[in-house]
């Protein structure tokens, strides 16, 4: 292989090197995260060698249902997103931002460094690219420090699913299957009888080092024909859709409709949507004093518009109902983001439908949104 | 539909996390109620003052307490000291309502947007203020007083629950006594002492001298007060494009990230807290937005 | 300095009213001048004349037996004092004292009421008069259960 690799170029791994490449990556100094199954799910976790990936695995997924099966074949990404998203690594669900110190009758503050170990993203879908996009430029206006910072040492690997699932509707929010930039370097898995093959892209310089020495070969048209075959098919069979058309208005423009009430019926508040969703941001403080008072640590972690004491201004919460906070929710996600940000917050991943345990599902949501408001459709699984 | 609020988002030392409080010394603190106090705060060494226009806040930080969002309330052109009025509600507040003099806050800001004053030049100017509203209105009074030829009318009205409950209470004299602006209090009750007016701050908008077509409001206060006060401006003719109201939500960072401030698509800490009422009395009309 | 007489047609209550009531009514209006801290009513006295303030400012002030006395409302020029000389069973319900040198023009409640039951449409129109006062100070003490200067 030559040592000036073109970005846009494309290669074919054949399945018996993939350990090379996840070699390739951890001796050029990165830490390889990626999926691997535990507790029950496909989440991500370290991936120290291949048998880390859930290598024959699936996952099948509904409104408010998720198991992993065991597939026919041996593929290696055969399955979609679980309930983790890369955000748990890009903006830690705890994070510690400074410590401070009493000195003299003053204080001192000495901000947490950020870890500069380079992390190896391997497995990223579409849908996550676009997630992380969105959360780049969230993160990027408001002028944080530690997502930038964290987001400089990722190096992404993506790879273009092969099959979708049930609740997943990129197509329909525009941010997949295939992928559509922002990565290093991008996968797309061939499995056949005859073959078991991965067709390389190269999409950047840091993802052209990590090919050197790798046994490739260039991959042909008629490989690259395959590749884009398989993520065709993955598009024409997504589980579900949302019109995204108009969404900001209908939505903005219905802070009253009927349909609410119905889904707050449902809703719980548990918050795992917002847990589980990879643009979701909202995070709150905490002071967290030693037991001499001396020293004292300033935390960030997650919080959710859904928890009770979210909104709550001069002790009293704005947003008392799991109505208004469902809305809010939804309104913010596919309406006032476009506001805020000038995109769509929903990347059409499915995780929160999949993981709400109730089964609420937005895209079923919209469309009864949709509807006049003097027509009224009892949700799913509603008595 | 935008006005020109403009936002400034310096911190005291620039660069670096947008989490970290500068200690400041308190060097004053003077009771202004029961339950009121105001501390005026001056950087320690090597913190930079903080600059700041007025309508703007600070995150106040109490050290192994917490932080709260607390409107300036000092005079912008004197921006070597930090003035903060604080009432004692929850734990942060109430740790900062006793913040002893040569003890250390935390100060993280200046943020948000300010009061419109380009926009009032020129024109009657009417300002509205319910409770601990008066705080972060104090400082557009102090700019245009400085600049006082450049304003038609000044009419201010603050409204208070008691005679107890006034803050500033000694500057209420002087501004009272002033002929170039008018300063009406007024309370919801009072006893025999009290020989001022007592009623809502919107019956005091009836006699204004404004010209309607040339005015433009600031009202900063309860969100109801500000709905009633605004209602009462627009029977007088003063549209809802010439009224800002200063809104309050939760805030945790004040950088629009955390999400807590949300009022539909607004970050409160960053689009606001000063917002033309046009913009945005569409969502506060919607319950629990 | 001496005051300019007080006239009821310069009042806001019967701007542009019309007809020929307030020649009926301008010879019995009686004028007053109130001193600081003197009272205009009492609570529980009969209620006995229509009260229009001119000038200055007027408390309204709640008696209770085990508290002192609340202010809960002061009234200025172009307002009036109340209604409970029109309502059976005509007490005054809450104390007025003057807070500022203040000036009115009185209604002896009685004369008043002959003349409005005999002329309909000028009693119906004085009510329509009427009706606003009581409805605004209605929404102000609702406004004011609200809180609206608390924080």
Same mark, same amino acid.
Not at chain 3, 20 to 27: K, R
């Given at each position: 292989m030559t040592d000036t690799v073109a970005i846009g170029s494309r290669y074919v791994l054949d399945r018996t090197a993939f350990p090379a490449l996840i070699g390739a990556l951890r001796s050029t100094g990165y830490r390889v995260v990626g999926p691997t199954v535990r507790d029950g799910a496909i989440v991500y976790g370290e991936i120290h060698e291949e048998s880390d990936l859930p290598i024959g695995w699936t996952d099948r997924q509904e409104a408010g249902k998720y198991r992993l099966e065991r597939r026919a074949d041996a593929a290696l990404f055969g399955y979609n997103v679980g309930p983790h998203s890369w955000k748990k690594y890009l903006f830690p669900a705890h994070e510690r931002l400074w410590t401070a110190v009493r000195k003299d009758d003053s204080f001192e503050v000495h901000p947490d460094p950020i870890d500069p170990t380079p992390l190896a993203f391997l497995g990223v879908r579409a849908c996550e690219l676009a997630a992380m996009g969105i959360q780049d430029r969230v993160f990027g206006k408001a002028g944080d420090t530690s997502y930038p910072e964290r987001r400089s040492h990722v190096l992404r690997i993506a790879v273009q699913c092969g099959q979708a699932g049930a609740t997943c509707f990129c197509v329909s929010m525009g941010t997949?299957?295939?992928? =559509?930039?922002?990565?290093? +370097?991008?996968?797309?898995?061939?499995?056949r009888p005859d073959r078991h093959c991965f067709v390389l892209e190269v999409g950047s310089e840091a993802g052209a080092a990590i090919l050197r020495g790798l046994p490739l070969r260039p991959a042909t048209d008629g490989d690259v024909g395959v590749a884009t075959e398989i993520v065709a098919k993955t598009a024409s069979s997504m589980g579900r859709t949302m019109d995204p058309k108009g969404l900001r208005d209908l939505l903005v423009g219905n802070p009253e409709h009927p349909r609410w009430e119905i889904v707050a019926r449902r809703c719980l508040a548990c918050? @795992?949507?917002? %847990?589980?969703? #990879?643009?979701?941001?909202? /995070?709150?403080?905490?002071e967290v004093p030693d037991l001499t008072g001396e020293k004292v640590e300033r935390w960030r972690r997650w919080d959710s518009c859904f928890n009770s004491a979210f909104s709550a201004v001069h002790g009293t919460s704005v947003r008392p109902s799991t109505q208004s906070r469902y809305r809010q929710w939804l309104t913010h996600k596919l309406g006032t983001w476009h506001d805020q940000f000038g995109e769509s917050g929903c990347v059409g991943c499915g995780r929160c439908i999949t993981w709400c345990p109730v089964g609420i599902d937005i895209t079923e949501e919209v469309a009864a949104i949709r509807l006049p408001a003097t027509v009224t459709v009892p949700a799913k699984g509603v008595a | 539909m935008a006005t020109d609020v403009a936002s400034a988002h310096a911190t005291a030392v620039p660069g670096g996390s947008p989490w970290v409080p500068h200690p400041f010394r308190v060097e004053r603190r003077t009771t202004e109620t029961v339950d009121t106090m105001t501390l005026v705060l001056a950087p320690r060494k090597g913190v930079r003052p903080i600059s700041f226009r007025p309508g703007q806040f600070n995150m106040v930080y109490v050290f192994g307490v917490g932080e709260a969002a607390i409107s300036i309330a000092g005079d912008p052109a004197h921006s070597e000291t930090l003035t903060h009025t604080v009432r004692s509600a929850g734990k942060v507040s109430a740790a900062l309502a006793q913040a002893a003099p040569g003890s250390t806050i935390g100060v993280r800001g200046p943020y948000g947007t300010g009061w419109p004053l380009d926009q009032a030049v020129g024109k009657d100017v009417v300002l509205v203020a319910g409770g601990l509203g008066l705080p972060p209105l104090r400082p557009a009074l102090f700019e245009m007083l400085r600049h006082r030829e450049k304003y038609g009318r000044i009419e201010v009205i603050y409204g208070a629950r008691t005679p107890k409950d006034l803050v500033y209470y000694d500057q209420l004299q002087d501004w009272r006594s002033r002929k170039d602006l008018r300063f009406q209090t007024t309370v919801d009750s009072a006893g025999r002492e009290w020989y001022g007016d007592v009623g809502l701050v919107t019956a005091r908008v009836p006699d204004i001298r404004i010209d309607p077509a040339q005015t433009v409001a600031f009202l900063c206060? #309860?969100?109801? %007060?500000?709905?009633?006060?605004? /209602?009462?401006?627009?029977?007088?003719? &003063?549209t809802d494009s010439s009224?800002? &109201?200063?809104?309050?939500? @939760? %805030?945790?960072?004040?950088?629009?990230?955390?999400?807590h401030c949300q009022l539909?698509?607004?970050? &409160?800490? =960053?689009?606001?807290?000063?917002?033309?009422?046009?913009? &945005? =009395? =569409?969502?506060?009309?919607?319950?629990?937005l | 300095m001496t005051d300019v007489p007080l006239r009821l047609e310069d009042h806001r209550f019967f701007h542009?009213?019309?007809?020929?009531?307030?020649? +009926?009514?301008?010879? %019995?209006?009686?004028e007053r001048t109130y001193a600081i801290g003197e009272m205009l009513v009492r609570d529980g006295d009969p209620a006995d004349r229509f009260v229009l303030v001119f000038e200055g400012k007027v408390a309204l002030e709640i008696v209770l037996p085990d508290r002192p006395r609340v202010t809960i409302q002061t009234i200025g020029g172009g307002e009036v004092l109340g209604w409970s000389w029109l309502l059976p069973p005509h007490p005054w319900r809450l104390d007025a004292r003057a807070v500022k040198r203040t000036r009115t023009l009185e209604l002896p409640a009685p004369d008043l009421k002959a003349i409005l039951e005999t002329r309909p449409t000028d009693g119906y129109r004085f009510l329509l008069r009427l009706l606003p006062v009581v409805a605004e100070r209605l929404e102000n003490t609702r406004v004011q259960l609200m809180d609206i200067h608390g924080y």
């Open positions: 997949g299957p295939g992928v =559509r930039g922002g990565y290093d +370097l991008s996968l797309t898995e061939i499995l918050t @795992n949507c917002t %847990m589980a969703c #990879p643009t979701c941001f909202c /995070q709150t403080t905490e | 206060g #309860p969100e109801i %007060m500000m709905k009633f006060t605004a /209602q009462a401006l627009e029977a007088r003719g &003063v009224i800002y &109201v200063s809104l309050e939500r @939760n %805030m945790k960072c004040a950088i629009g990230i955390c999400g539909g698509p607004e970050f &409160v800490c =960053r689009d606001g807290p000063v917002f033309l009422y046009h913009d &945005v =009395r =569409r969502y506060l009309a919607v319950r629990e | 542009e009213i019309g007809g020929d009531l307030l020649a +009926l009514l301008g010879p %019995m209006a009686v």
